[in-house]
């Protein structure tokens, strides 16, 4: 062969030059199992046949490379020609031969905890989730006992392509029904079942093992963990897991997990609960102070939001490694400027955002410089500086749109924002947040029947989006008329967002405005409690002003004063009622 023709080659002939190094040193295979016996040098006729191999794999004749691979295989006994023959296999997308060479592999070296785990992958490929119980047990066998419970709670992955899930589950539970009872097994099998219980659309059953888990070891955190997954207000079971577990020495990552969901589920004080118990027991776990401070910024507690998000920037940047380019410290910079905004102290506002430098927060940054422009009677210099921004991806194309809509709603231009999403659902009729917004608008602007007209759209179009029922159902009670339909439409919404304290403040004004003023007042307090709001508090104040206590009335409202002085609700009552704080 000339020169010229030799450069065809390289890639083969390098790792064949490697190999036949590394075979003639006898390598140790590189999963440690005892190598077999093997040749101690690479002879010619066994180096030709390698060639030839990765000549036809390179050459597009797959079946002949996979053939001469694996006979090699066979001849030595090395795990890399097995592997080898198994990956031109899978190239060539021929499971079969794949799984053929696979079990061969094993058979040759039936401690190889690889060649059983590509038998148990192809199976699973090819759809043959029946035949995996063997592997299964045989991947856990294989394993350190130290590392078996490790290796259990890795099995969901193998299974996350199965296309028959709740097979997968069985055939999961199944295998592992050997190590439930056992000490140091029992809890990771069982959260395993759970986990694949869940994916198979079983949440009962996966509560169920996060049960079983828990009662072998409530100190540990995976039955939490399993139970967090599956906490809802449908299925309060999984929330009695993750406080037993909360009771005795839990892990600060698990506390933290608890808190999300609660903010997640609109319980407000307590996941505040949860980050206070966390910053005050271990005060340097920076993520709980941004969580903290991000909840007391939106409770419009502003001292001590800034207070925790300096804390929060403060440990961060005493671990360089981190960077200044985090996300957490962007969005950290970004609330202490909302903060300083607020303030109007413009000049600190922009000393936070100069902070930031991770491009992809661009869109944010220069969304709160465009809201500290309209704050100083800059509007269409605001509006122009988001217009402006680039646009990489729809979703920049979506933020743009939501942040020009955002600006001129704070700015009480409510037909310009209107009209923006006028045009914004004329192109993409079926996004029912862009339609509900729209909506919200149509009502600023005194169109009742054309908000109405897009609700009810949003609710056909998606028929479990709650906040449509909740709106269309307040502004019937608001406005006084329609109050049973009124009623049915947010005991609707409350359907689809169980516990949700601004749905029970509409609730609680649906039953003041038909006249049932102790109901009224017995939800709109417990809304109240559970989500501390000037809304609400305007809401709760009028019914005790209607029932004679009025110093009652005064106290919450100045209660409500003190959260959202600005607030529109509590603003105009106050006005109507003609009750100065």
Known sequence: ??????????????????????????????????????????????????????????????????????????????????????????????????????????????????????????????????????????????????????????????????????????????????????????????????????????????????????????????????????????????????????????????????????????????????????????????????????????????????????????????????????????QAYLSLAQIAEQRKEFAQAEAWLNRIDNTGDMISTQTRRASMLARQGRLDEARKLIRGLPERSPADARMKLAAEVQLLRDNKQYKAAYDLLVEATARDPKDVDLVYDQAMLAEKLGNPDEMERLLRRVIADKPEYHHAYNALGYSFAERGIRLPEARQLILKALEYAPGDPFISDSLGWVEFRSGNKAEALRILQEAFKARPDAEIAAHIGEVLWSMGKRDQAVSIWKEGAQLNPENETLVQTLKRLRVKL
């Not at 296999?89 to 031969?97: H, K, N, V």
């Not at 991947?139 to 028959?164: C, G, H, M, V, W």
């Not at 055939?171 to 219980?197: C, F, K, N, S």
């Not at 933290?256 to 206070?276: C, G, I, N, V």
């Open 1 to 330: 062969m000339d020169y010229y023709g030799s450069m065809l080659l390289p890639k083969s002939l390098c790792a064949l030059v490697l190999f036949a190094c590394a075979l003639g040193a006898n390598a140790q295979p590189a999963d440690n199992t005892p190598a077999a016996p093997a040749y101690s040098a690479l002879d010619g006729e066994l180096f030709y046949q390698l060639l030839v191999g990765e000549l036809n794999a390179e050459g597009g004749e797959p079946s002949t490379a996979y053939a001469l691979m694996l006979d090699a295989a066979r001849k030595t006994g090395d795990p890399r020609l097995y592997q080898r023959a198994v990956e031109i296999a899978l190239q060539a997308r021929s499971g079969d031969s794949a799984l053929q060479a696979a079990r061969a592999w094993r058979q040759a070296l039936p401690g190889s905890r690889d060649a059983n785990r590509y038998v148990l992958q192809i199976l699973i490929g090819l759809n043959r989730l029946g035949d995996t119980v063997e592997p299964l047990k045989r991947e856990l066998a294989l394993a350190d006992p130290k590392e078996r419970a490790t290796a259990i709670t890795l099995i969901p992955r193998y299974f996350t392509r199965a296309s028959d899930k709740k097979l997968a589950a069985g055939i999961v539970e199944q295998a592992l029904a050997d190590q439930l009872g056992h000490a140091a097994t029992g809890v990771a099998a069982w959260t395993t079942i759970g986990r694949m219980r869940i994916d198979a659309a079983d949440p009962s059953g996966a509560l169920e093992a996060a049960r079983r888990a828990q009662a072998l070891d409530p100190r540990s955190e995976e039955p939490a963990l399993l139970a967090l997954a599956l906490m809802s207000p449908k299925m309060p079971g999984a929330e009695s897991i993750v406080r037993k577990y909360l009771d005795g020495k839990p892990l600060t990552e698990v506390r933290l997990d608890y808190a999300r969901a609660l903010l997640d589920a609109q319980r407000y004080a307590e996941s505040a609960a949860q980050l206070q118990a966390i910053t005050s027991e271990k005060p340097d776990y920076a993520d709980a102070w941004l969580m903290q401070g991000i909840l007391e910024l939106q409770d419009k507690k502003t001292a001590a939001a800034e207070k925790s998000l300096k804390r929060y920037v403060e440990l961060v940047l005493a671990k360089p490694a981190r960077g200044e380019s985090s996300r957490g410290l962007a």
